[in-house]
């Protein structure tokens, strides 16, 4: 398996709309070399057409990073991504059939977002390699949606088979305050330098 990223960018329409000239391409991949230093890409963007998503996967493949697809094995297929991203809705639809993930290239990284402890142990039956734990702190997205906070972030951790990375609210800052907890790293839509 690839070399697990510290960091993982999920992207965003609000955050990363797609370019619609050489121009704003290139100004998009300045702002994608620019991200922090060991950070890999999952690839949501769910409202466009999986043309368009495919046009954006191509460009993230150009940094050169860590690309997960969420939600898609034929795009990821067909990006030849690193991986797959299972939203928490189709990691328990996975679990619930008794599917393996023997049906994706061993090679590729399977993660999955989980919000809780049934979530939690989909990701153990599936074997993931990687899980989210979701939403650990208020978000700028959703600042009203209830969050786990370091106690059930930890339970979370702790129940898992697998690395676990915080997700929500999440920087440097609050990975390095959360650590205690035994994440493996963290993920954001939205990230700086600090």
């Known amino acids: 398996m690839l070399h697990l990223p510290r960091r993982f960018y999920f992207t965003d329409e609000s955050t990363l709309p797609l370019p619609s000239s050489t121009e704003e391409e290139a100004r998009l991949l300045t702002k994608l070399h620019h991200l922090p230093k060991d950070t890999g890409i999952i690839l949501r963007h769910y409202s466009l057409s999986q043309h368009q998503r495919a046009r954006l996967g191509n460009i993230l493949k150009k940094t050169g990073r860590v690309l997960l697809v969420a939600g898609d094995p034929q795009l990821a297929r067909r990006l030849t991504a690193d991986g797959l991203h299972l939203p928490q809705w189709q990691l328990q639809s996975l679990a619930t ?36 734990a979701s939403p650990v702190r208020p978000t700028q997205s959703h600042p009203n949606a209830a969050h786990l906070g370091t106690i059930k972030l930890a339970h979370l951790v702790s129940q898992a088979q697998h690395p676990v990375y915080a997700l929500g609210g999440m920087n440097e800052k609050s990975f390095k305050q959360c650590r205690h907890t035994g994440i493996t790293g963290y993920g954001g839509i939205r990230f700086s330098a600090a």
């Open 97 to 132: 059939a008794h599917a393996r993930l023997t049906q994706f290239p061993s090679q590729w990284i399977i993660s999955a977002a989980i919000h809780g402890l049934g979530a939690g142990a989909a990701a153990n039956r599936m074997k993931v390699d990687l899980a989210f």
